[in-house]
């Protein structure tokens, strides 16, 4: 059984504990079992008392989500204690009590092998050992057998009255398929399979096998359905995107022979795997983790935020600005949290939908901050057409740089939404005159007369303070930092004198050079961008880290 963790957040810290010495390890994998013990599955925990208890320190740092579920942290948990005891390479023979195999407790029990692999999703915690033969296998310690027996005795009693099947009881299986196919025409075997298993008080898996082994020996009738397999990658896809074209899930059925469940369960797959490939990032705050936020952040409709005059001809005030800013990043926070929490292999359509509806109300946020935005950019470009470029040009790569400011732009630190987007605007307008100076404009088909031009641009940066804006913050980074902080922040956001931007190194090229590690660079320049956040005022810090 090929293992996986789910959680992104689980994940990554599970992976940073992968260079910790085998001694840290041992304690580790102890920690590990024990906190899985105390674990419920209905409550969440703060990903720092996680880290505690496993690691005996605190995080300087926490990420976007702070609070993780149990029902999603003990799986994952299982999966490390399995990682890591076999990375330690333990001997089932030197432990101090008895290690059952995956057989030999499926023998204990007298259930199937498959059965115990599905007491593991329910808790029954495994280690990997290295056996009398030399191989690594899946191993239960008597005492994590006994604890799970004591918790599960009704699910383990069960299990044991379902013997395997006779020779006869196949039979008999497959005369009641042919029965029950003879008075009704089922499109699929799954639908047969279910009524079949309905009957016998068998499990669907149980019955489907034995089926095709008596198709495979020729013991059913050809009038019977047959199954037909798994889907391939390239049919999932189609039926996925004909189903976004509004085909009806009885077409679906009808064209590619599959139970109704089954086509919702692979529109639910394609759906979750669209939405996990998206890269949904927001700007955090203290106030999304409040028990009550969605109702202060989301109880007042988007209009009534508007300005009472037209979007497209009005400038947003500041509590304006806070209030769509502070909404637009809750509702993709809230779409991250819930993406956190889909279930690859059977996720929920109405998790699926809620995600994709907030996601559009975020879209219709930014709609809105850019539409009240679009005049900065027309009367800043407006600006700098002496320096050369084409007005439509310029609009152009000012609208890119507007969008990308409403992305990175944090509402928390107080300052003007339209001062942070008027330096992302001339920073792309920097990069783009240079190159396009001695190009006539050529823009006379494209009407900006109806746009608004007063907007105090006396008070809008030109080129010009641009330039020295990285002539200040170089002062600032020599004065500030000592030699190796300043080697690492000039080269990782490439700053230079000039107007054109060199292409920044990585922090690995960068550890290279200095022969440290890419962890150790990342924590020297913590520490620098600390010491420059003092001197620096708001626009400056992002015209460096922007």
């Given at each position: 059984m090929k293992m996986r963790m789910s959680h992104p957040v689980l994940r990554d810290f599970f992976d940073q504990l992968r260079f910790a010495p085998t001694p840290q390890k041992r304690k580790q994998l102890a920690a590990s079992e024990h906190l899985l013990m105390i674990l419920n599955a209905e409550r969440e925990y703060p990903f720092d008392f996680i880290v505690f208890r496993i690691t005996g320190y605190r995080p300087s740092e926490k990420p976007q989500q702070d609070l993780i579920s149990g029902r999603d942290l003990m799986?994952?948990?299982?999966?490390?204690?399995?990682?890591?005891?076999?990375?330690?390479?333990?001997?089932?023979?030197?432990?101090?009590?008895?290690?059952?195999?995956?057989?030999?407790?499926a023998g204990r029990f007298s259930v199937s092998t498959k059965t115990i692999r599905r007491w593991q999703k329910r808790g029954l915690t495994g280690k990997i050992y290295i056996f009398q033969d030399g191989r690594k296998r899946m191993g239960f310690a008597r005492s994590t057998v006994e604890l799970f027996t004591k918790d599960y005795d009704q699910l383990i009693h069960q299990a044991g009255r379902f013997t395997l099947l006779t020779a006869q009881q196949k039979e008999q299986i497959g005369t009641l398929a042919q029965e029950l196919t003879s008075k009704k025409n089922y499109r699929t075997q799954n639908e047969l399979v279910l009524e079949v298993a309905r009957q016998i008080g068998r499990s669907r898996q149980t019955v489907r096998a034995v089926l095709e082994e008596l198709s495979r020996r020729q013991m059913i009738s050809p009038a019977m359905p047959h199954s037909r397999g798994r889907m391939s990658s390239k049919e999932t896809v189609k039926l996925y995107k004909m189903s976004q074209q509004n085909v009806s899930v009885k077409r679906l059925m009808e064209l590619f022979g599959r139970s109704r469940s089954s086509v919702y369960r692979i529109i639910n797959q394609r759906h979750a795997k669209e939405l996990l490939s998206r890269k949904i990032e927001c700007v955090p705050s203290d106030e999304f983790l409040l028990p009550n936020a969605e109702q202060i952040i989301l109880s007042v409709p988007l209009e009534k935020l508007l300005p009472k005059s037209s979007a497209r001809s009005a400038l947003l005030n500041r509590q304006q600005e806070t209030e769509l800013f502070r909404r637009y990043n809750y509702l993709k926070f809230m779409a991250s949290q819930q993406c956190d929490r889909i279930k690859r292999v059977q996720p929920r359509s109405d998790r699926l939908n809620r995600i994709e509806m907030l996601l559009k109300q975020a879209e219709a946020v930014k709609k809105v901050i850019i539409e009240t935005n679009m005049a900065l950019v027309v009367s800043i470009a407006g600006k700098h057409l002496a320096a050369g470029g084409q007005m439509s040009e310029l609009v152009s790569e000012g609208s890119v740089a507007l969008m990308a400011a409403v992305e990175k732009f944090d509402y928390t630190r107080g300052y003007r939404?339209?001062?942070?987007?008027?330096?992302?605007?001339?920073?792309g307008f920097a990069r783009l005159i240079p190159t396009e100076a001695k190009r006539l404009d050529r823009a006379g088909g494209v009407d900006f007369a109806n746009l608004p031009v007063n907007l105090r641009l006396e008070q809008l940066p030109g080129i010009m303070a641009v330039e020295q804006a990285h002539r200040d913050l170089q002062t600032?980074?020599?004065?500030?930092l000592d030699q190796r902080e300043q080697y690492i922040i000039l080269n990782h956001y490439a700053l230079d004198p000039g107007i054109i931007k060199k292409k920044p190194k990585t922090l690995k090229q960068i550890g290279d050079h200095l022969n440290l590690s890419k962890e150790r660079i990342r924590q020297i320049e913590l520490q620098a961008l600390q010491k420059l956040r003092q001197s620096l005022s708001p626009e400056q810090f992002d015209l460096l880290t922007g």
């Amino acid at each position: 059984m090929k293992m996986r963790m789910s959680h992104p957040v689980l994940r990554d810290f599970f992976d940073q504990l992968r260079f910790a010495p085998t001694p840290q390890k041992r304690k580790q994998l102890a920690a590990s079992e024990h906190l899985l013990m105390i674990l419920n599955a209905e409550r969440e925990y703060p990903f720092d008392f996680i880290v505690f208890r496993i690691t005996g320190y605190r995080p300087s740092e926490k990420p976007q989500q702070d609070l993780i579920s149990g029902r999603d942290l003990m799986p994952d948990l299982r999966v490390w204690i399995a990682q890591l005891s076999a990375e330690l390479q333990l001997d089932a023979s030197e432990q101090d009590e008895t290690i059952f195999t995956v057989e030999q407790l499926a023998g204990r029990f007298s259930v199937s092998t498959k059965t115990i692999r599905r007491w593991q999703k329910r808790g029954l915690t495994g280690k990997i050992y290295i056996f009398q033969d030399g191989r690594k296998r899946m191993g239960f310690a008597r005492s994590t057998v006994e604890l799970f027996t004591k918790d599960y005795d009704q699910l383990i009693h069960q299990a044991g009255r379902f013997t395997l099947l006779t020779a006869q009881q196949k039979e008999q299986i497959g005369t009641l398929a042919q029965e029950l196919t003879s008075k009704k025409n089922y499109r699929t075997q799954n639908e047969l399979v279910l009524e079949v298993a309905r009957q016998i008080g068998r499990s669907r898996q149980t019955v489907r096998a034995v089926l095709e082994e008596l198709s495979r020996r020729q013991m059913i009738s050809p009038a019977m359905p047959h199954s037909r397999g798994r889907m391939s990658s390239k049919e999932t896809v189609k039926l996925y995107k004909m189903s976004q074209q509004n085909v009806s899930v009885k077409r679906l059925m009808e064209l590619f022979g599959r139970s109704r469940s089954s086509v919702y369960r692979i529109i639910n797959q394609r759906h979750a795997k669209e939405l996990l490939s998206r890269k949904i990032e927001c700007v955090p705050s203290d106030e999304f983790l409040l028990p009550n936020a969605e109702q202060i952040i989301l109880s007042v409709p988007l209009e009534k935020l508007l300005p009472k005059s037209s979007a497209r001809s009005a400038l947003l005030n500041r509590q304006q600005e806070t209030e769509l800013f502070r909404r637009y990043n809750y509702l993709k926070f809230m779409a991250s949290q819930q993406c956190d929490r889909i279930k690859r292999v059977q996720p929920r359509s109405d998790r699926l939908n809620r995600i994709e509806m907030l996601l559009k109300q975020a879209e219709a946020v930014k709609k809105v901050i850019i539409e009240t935005n679009m005049a900065l950019v027309v009367s800043i470009a407006g600006k700098h057409l002496a320096a050369g470029g084409q007005m439509s040009e310029l609009v152009s790569e000012g609208s890119v740089a507007l969008m990308a400011a409403v992305e990175k732009f944090d509402y928390t630190r107080g300052y003007r939404f339209s001062t942070y987007a008027s330096w992302a605007i001339v920073k792309g307008f920097a990069r783009l005159i240079p190159t396009e100076a001695k190009r006539l404009d050529r823009a006379g088909g494209v009407d900006f007369a109806n746009l608004p031009v007063n907007l105090r641009l006396e008070q809008l940066p030109g080129i010009m303070a641009v330039e020295q804006a990285h002539r200040d913050l170089q002062t600032i980074i020599k004065n500030n930092l000592d030699q190796r902080e300043q080697y690492i922040i000039l080269n990782h956001y490439a700053l230079d004198p000039g107007i054109i931007k060199k292409k920044p190194k990585t922090l690995k090229q960068i550890g290279d050079h200095l022969n440290l590690s890419k962890e150790r660079i990342r924590q020297i320049e913590l520490q620098a961008l600390q010491k420059l956040r003092q001197s620096l005022s708001p626009e400056q810090f992002d015209l460096l880290t922007g």
